[in-house]
């Protein structure tokens, strides 16, 4: 490959990087492939405009796959229209009121004596420690999510990308 194209390469990608991190949180997960089930239960609880103010914020962000693992009908009962408040309480449990890098995570987990406890925007606690080299995230109900993507930042907070749904203690 001829330095020229490496260099168009590098800048197309350093803008292409940019842009994404000028848009805010609600418009990363809303435009990922992997979270489509996040996104449609985040509109169902008309979360997008939280999602887009100053905060900071840090999101737990479930996988469509974290979705499919849930008890059977959970989604289903979730997404009615009836349930939006039990909806909001969920999707709030996976929002941090503060902007935490993986590495601010790790570290307090250090200082935490092996765990870091969270309040979240529901006012529940996550607790996150390490497992086996995994952060882990526990949910009151004692069922655990390990983070697998970190640190995707948007204009308003940070996103890390978790294996499981986190639920809060009613």
């Known amino acids: ?35 489509t ?33 849930l008890e059977q009908g959970k989604l289903q009962f979730l997404l009615q229209s009836e349930n939006k408040a039990t909806l909001s309480t969920t999707l709030t449990y996976h929002i941090i009121p503060a902007y935490l890098t993986a590495t601010n995570i790790v570290n307090q987990i250090t200082i935490g004596d092996g765990t870091f406890k969270m309040t979240t925007v529901a006012g529940n606690i996550l607790t996150a420690s390490i497992k086996g080299g995994d952060v882990l995230l526990t949910d009151s109900l004692g069922n655990t999510a390990k983070i697998i993507a970190t640190d995707l930042k948007g204009s308003n907070g940070i996103i890390h990308v978790i294996d499981g749904v986190l639920m809060p203690r009613n």
């Open 1 to 35: 490959m001829k330095p020229k194209n490496i260099i168009l390469i590098a800048v197309i990608s350093f803008f292409s990087l940019s842009s994404y991190a000028q848009s805010d949180i609600a418009d990363i997960i809303l435009h990922s492939e992997n979270h």
């Open 37 to 69: 089930t996040f996104t449609a239960a985040i509109k169902a609880a008309n979360l997008v405009s939280t999602l887009k103010e100053k905060g900071p914020y840090t999101i737990f962000a479930p996988t469509n796959e974290a979705f499919d693992k």
